[in-house]
C-alpha cells in the first residue's frame, strides 16, 4: 500500500514541477555523483527544486537524518509532498515548503509567493526564505544522468528504470522490516508481562528494565 501511495505522490510531484515551468523533470535518479535519491528534482536555467514524496510519517523522520538533509544535498528549492495526516508545517526543516496531495492535484501548504523562481542569491519577495545552497557537482551528475536515459534505446531505459524500481522496492521493505520487528518486540514484552499479571505502565522504571532483560534472557 505504501509503495502505491508514494508511486502516486512522485507522480503528482512530477506534474505539479512542470506546471511550475520546470522544462526538465525526471523522477528517482540513481546517478554515481551522488547518493541522494531524490524522488521528484527539476530543472530551470537559473535554479533547480526537490520534491521529496513521503507516504509516511516513519517515511518522512528516516529522511530528515539522512546527511544531505544537514549540508548540501539537491534542490536549490526543496518540497515535502505527503498526505495531509502525515506531517504539518511546524514539522519542516527550516527553508523547505509543503505540498498536500489532495485527490489528484496538489495542495500547496506553504511556498514561495508567485511563480518567479529565482536564482540562489536573488531578491524577490519571499523567495530568499526558501533558498538553499545545492550541491553544484551532485547535481551536473543529476543533469548528466538525465541526458544520458534520453539518448538510451528505450529498452535499455526500461531496464534500468526496472532494476532502479527493485531497489528502491528491496530498501522500502528493509525499512518496514526493521519497524514490524520493533512492533513485535514490544507486543512479545507487554505479553511476558501480562502472563505475569504485570503493566508497564504500572511498574518502576527499575522493575521494567528487570522485565525486559529477564525477557531478552529467555
Known amino acids: 500500500m505504501a509503495g ?10 512530477e506534474k505539479w514541477l512542470k506546471r511550475q515551468g520546470f522544462a526538465v523533470v525526471a523522477s528517482e535518479l540513481v546517478t554515481s555523483g ?29 529522511d530528515s537524518r539522512k546527511p544531505h538533509r544537514i549540508s548540501g544535498g539537491l534542490g536549490v528549492y526543496r518540497f515535502y509532498l505527503c498526505l495531509p495526516e502525515v506531517m504539518d ?19 500547496e501548504i506553504l511556498r514561495p509567493t508567485g ?25 551536473r551528475a543529476v543533469l548528466f544522468s538525465i541526458a544520458r536515459r534520453r539518448s538510451l534505446p528505450r529498452s535499455v531505459e526500461q531496464y534500468e528504470k526496472r532494476l532502479q524500481d527493485e531497489v528502491r522496492r528491496a530498501e522500502r521493505l528493509a525499512r518496514e522490516n526493521v519497524d514490524l520487528a520493533e512492533r513485535v518486540r514490544k507486543l512479545e514484552l507487554a505479553l511476558y508481562l501480562a ?4 503493566t508497564a505502565d504500572k511498574q518502576s522504571p527499575a522493575e521494567f528494565k528487570t522485565a525486559m532483560r529477564r525477557k531478552i534472557a529467555s
Open 4 to 13: 502505491e501511495i508514494h508511486k502516486r505522490l512522485v507522480t503528482l510531484g
Open 34 to 62: 551522488t547518493r541522494e535519491q531524490a524522488d521528484v528534482i527539476g530543472f530551470r536555467s537559473n535554479c533547480s527544486a526537490v520534491i521529496e514524496a513521503k507516504a509516511s510519517r516513519s517515511d518522512f523522520l528516516a
Open 89 to 107: 508545517v511546524a514539522d519542516l526543516p527550516e527553508r523547505w515548503g509543503l505540498l498536500y496531495a489532495d485527490g489528484h492535484t496538489v495542495r
Open 115 to 139: 511563480n518567479g523562481w529565482p536564482s540562489l542569491g536573488a531578491k524577490l519577495g519571499d523567495w530568499s526564505a526558501f533558498q538553499h545552497e545545492a550541491d553544484v557537482i551532485a547535481e
Open 195 to 198: 502472563e505475569r499479571g504485570l
